[in-house]
């Protein structure tokens, strides 16, 4: 997903949360880029978010069981 899909995404649901206001989408937009601006400066995009929050379970090694 591109850094302005993201933004966009994030700034759909400020809206929705707002309770979908007219008008605002700028504020909106602002918000949503300040918020994700802090992981693109540290080079992962993804961080913080849910896609890099869930991890697989690994198996434990034969010694752990």
Known sequence: ???EQRIR???????EA????EGQEGEHWA?????ME???KEGDA???S???SV???MPKPEGER
């Open 55 to 57: 991890s697989i379970p």
């Open 38 to 40: 802090p992981f693109y």
């Open 50 to 52: 849910v896609e890099s």
């Open 31 to 35: 918000q949503a880029r300040d918020e």
């Open 9 to 15: 995404d994030r700034a759909y649901e400020i809206w």
């Open 1 to 3: 997903m591109s850094d």
């Open 18 to 21: 707002k309770g979908r206001p």
């Open 46 to 48: 993804t961080a913080g």
